[in-house]
């Protein structure tokens, strides 16, 4: 059991960032208590005076590429094409599951340290990513990535192995994209869906290109062609969602998907910016991720929630447009719900206990006119002073009581260097 | 004497961002030594080893109201004029020297928490403001804010004071902006800046009805019209700059002048998305700046980086433009020389001891491909190790051994307190 007291703690429990002053008990993987301030009955491994720090549910990265670390600035700055086609594929062909191990070893040292306390992650090399995640105490959901020449099997293998393997991690079905499904994996994907009762998730209308490319080939958007096929039939939703139309996100609505904004890589890649407000006045789902750190770069909870409310400001002409309260609770409770996570989606006795510590105590946090709002517009990694996954503390005080983080980097080193510069 | 061995270095001395690994040595307020490593001599009184650690010239922060640090999140996700009118203004009249003397420490020491070793601030109450810096050790330029009922000479005799009266300490002629100035002062103040030979700053073209607004009073952009007043004549630059026209950017490259560009700031308050790319087409000098810490509101140049570069990218719908190394290039050498800090541009032997080290050795920085890249799409404050300026390092470790923190941020608490909620 540990104790978290003299804290400001924000429960999201009832849909808003509202916060009072308490504490927080945890109990193995669960939380005991989360209340106002209390005697403590002895018992605790560690009692821990946070000094007025706030306790969030920990961010969830709802869209990401974990093992994409080795590609960090190896190519910025390049058109999206010639970075994908020159730059990306080539190396990626050359990925083992060592490799993705310890890339995505590397990964979760960094979500730990922006207070990410789960991942949504498409890519290669499954069983590697799951072992790492597992071997660090990490949360992570995988999410298929299906492409033509896949068999649908391997979803269906990979359904029963991933979600089945380990408390810390699930497994959703998924097509990489319409652009890359080719045309008889989406109705096969649907039927499986149907028979496991099992949301759907893919990229979607991640680019202009990508939405008039599938009206080409289908006469209507990602959105609507998956609607067609009935892969939303039992939910899910789409990682990018920069192009939605309004019919599509109606299609969201009425669905109960959600759409995973990820504003950084979005607008590193040129690839424009997400319609949130649109989608909200709609009664769309939102959630938050950060992407591959090929295309962001950072892992870097903060940075995205800045960047979603400003750029919505930005597209609305409308300094009014996305208070942070909206995508605060978007990146915490969104996205537990979005990953079916319903156990990591707030703080209350009995929900797993997955939070962050972020330190008010900093020059960036003062004067604390308003925790969340401090948080999102003047929060950074610096404030982060704890992370805890399944009542685990992973992060603290900037070390990682649970990892070796040097060696971690050398051997993410090691293996880039393999890979890039020796062509292996 | 402090050696900084063990590292990277990035001196910026030849107009790029490129680095070498050696060491760096101080001798008193100055650099005795930047180079390959070298054999010490003995004499110093640390010798720190920085594990491979990045060394750069300090970021300037070329725009700031660093005493607006009490309106931080008081008044978030409002529209722009009632933002100002309903909320700054009213609390501004209250403002005094012991309130800016207060509200200005915590400003310092947010920016020495992100690497900034310098700032060129506009806004009241400029003694009390100078003396905050000196006391804490931080280099600062203050830029005038003349409004139409100040008199002339207030600048006269700021111009003579601030610039001769610390080491730390410069002052710059300015106009608040063209839409308070009135008719009489700009007339009055080009003439002061001519008798000075002295180079002339202001707010310029951040929103576009500001813009609007100097055409319909004036028959042209407020850059045309300063510039038809001889203001620019001896140089300097403007502030935001997001609304300026080819015509205006010309004259901004005819005359040498800075256009510091705040992303941040611009896109919370919906201004728009400055025009970097056309301005570095057209030859204009650039810089960076946070505004204040009421519209931004992180006084955090990692931020304004990573905004830059991505903005443009959006605005420009191509991935590579705003390559990153030039936007690092105008945080530091760029700020630099634009607030006339011309022994502050680089790292160079003679050169004073501005400097801000990097830490690499974190998860957000593996593989290092680019330390530059690195450094504007995946850095953050949690990578800020050691920040010095004039030779004394005044950030170290999350510490600043330099500064009571904990009583810097209770003053500023009750200073707010009083100011907000008991209205005095």
């Known amino acids: ?33 989360v209340g106002p301030e209390r005697a403590a009955q002895g018992g605790f491994e560690r009692e821990i005076d946070l000094g007025g720090s706030l306790i969030i549910p920990g961010f969830k990265n709802a869209h990401t590429h974990s093992a994409m670390t080795f590609l960090r600035s190896y190519a910025d700055d390049l058109p999206l094409q010639s970075w994908l086609s020159e730059k990306v594929f080539p190396l990626e062909a050359r990925l083992n599951p060592e490799r993705v191990y310890a890339f995505t070893r590397l990964a979760v040292l960094e979500y730990l340290s922006s207070g990410i306390t789960a991942s949504f992650d498409m890519y290669f090399h499954r069983e590697a990513y799951a072992r790492a995640n597992i071997e660090m105490g990490f949360r992570s959901v995988i999410c298929g990535a299906l492409s033509e020449g896949d068999s649908v099997n391997t979803a269906a293998d990979d359904y029963e192995k991933f979600n089945s393997l380990h408390p810390l991690i699930g497994y ?6 319409e652009y890359t499904a080719g045309s008889s994996l989406p109705r096969e994907l649907s039927e499986l869906a149907h028979s ?8 979607n209308s991640e680019t202009e290109s990508e939405v008039a490319g599938c009206i ?14 009935g892969l939303f039939d039992y939910g899910g939703g789409g990682y990018h969602c920069v192009w939605l139309s309004g ?46 750190p090929a295309s962001n770069n950072a892992l870097d909870m903060f940075r995205e929630l800045y960047l979603a409310c400003v750029l919505q400001k930005l597209r609305e ?18 996205g537990a719900r979005a990953m079916g996570l319903d156990e990591c989606d707030c703080l209350a006795e009995g929900k797993q206990a997955d939070l962050a510590v972020i330190d008010l105590n900093r020059p960036n946090m003062r004067p604390i ?13 610096e404030n982060v002073r704890l992370t805890m996954v399944a009542g685990r503390i992973l992060y603290e005080n900037g070390a990682f009581p649970n990892a070796d983080a040097e060696r971690i980097y050398a051997e993410a080193e090691r293996h880039t260097k393999e890979l890039i510069e020796n062509g292996a």
Do not use: Q
């Open 1 to 33: 059991m540990i104790r978290l007291y003299n804290a400001l703690v924000m429960p999201m429990d009832d849909g808003n960032c509202r916060h009072f002053a308490g504490e927080v008990w945890t109990d193995g993987s669960r939380l005991a208590y």
């Open 172 to 177: 959703r079905l998924g097509l990489h994209g």
């Open 196 to 203: 496991l009762r099992a949301p759907f998730w893919t990229h």
């Open 216 to 229: 080409e080939r289908h006469g209507m958007t990602p959105t609507e062609y998956f609607e067609s096929l």
């Open 247 to 292: 019919r599509d996100m109606d299609i969201f609505a009425r669905r109960g998907l959600t759409a995973v904004t990820c504003p950084a890589s979005n607008a590193k890649l040129a690839s424009g910016i997400a319609p949130l407000c649109e989608m909200s006045r709609r009664g769309v789902r939102l959630a938050v991720g950060t992407d591959g």
């Open 317 to 334: 002409r409308d300094a009014a447009a996305c208070p942070a309260e909206d995508m605060l609770y978007a990146a915490c409770s969104g």
């Open 369 to 381: 006119h308003a925790p969340a709002r401090n948080l999102v517009y003047s929060g950074s990694k």
